[in-house]
Structures are given as C-alpha cells and as structure tokens.
C-alpha cells in the first residue's frame, strides 16, 4: 500500500520532477539543468510552492527567465510577459 503523502501529485509538469515533501509542500526540479547564463541571469533549476497551480506559475516563470537569458545571450531581444517582443525602435512599445 502507498501512503498518500509520498505520490507526487497528478498531473504532473512536463520537464520537471514534482516532489511532495513530507511536510505536504510542493517542489519542482527542472529534469534537464538550465545553462550557467539562464542560471546567472536568474533562472533556478528547483522552486517549491503551496499548490500546484502556485507550482506550476513559478516554472513557468522560471523558464521565462531561461528564455530571455537565451535570447541575450543570441543578441536577440528578450519577450515581455505577454510573449510579444520590444520594439528597440518605438521604445519598447510594440505598434
């Protein structure tokens, strides 16, 4: 028999190892680690939060960091929030 509290919670977040601690807190570990410029730039490999909707916002957060530190690190320019890129040309402001 398995004990409830030791089963990572359904569904899972693809990418990421969902841990339930045995404290009842959520934590997510990226399977594949970011790179040493994502990790500089701010993106971590582990995030814990108190649901898993709480959880999965904070992956993707994560990996919204590890993309804008990508897209420096090409000399391209990052996306805002909404996915949309700045526009250098109208100061920031896409038309």
Do not use: K, N
Request: hydrophobic residues 35%; negative net charge; glycine residues 8%.
């Amino acid at each position: 028999m398995t004990h409830p509290r030791t089963t990572p919670p359904a569904p899972v977040i693809p990418g990421w190892r969902v841990i339930l601690s045995d404290r009842g807190r959520l934590w997510a570990s990226r399977v594949v680690p970011f790179t040493d410029s994502q990790f500089d730039l701010g993106a971590e490999r582990t995030v814990d939060a108190d649901t898993l909707d709480d959880l999965r916002a904070e992956v993707d957060r994560q990996e919204t960091t590890a993309d804008r530190a990508a897209a420096q690190a090409a000399g391209q320019v990052p996306r805002q929030a909404t996915g949309q890129a700045t526009s250098q040309t109208t100061g920031g402001v896409t038309p």
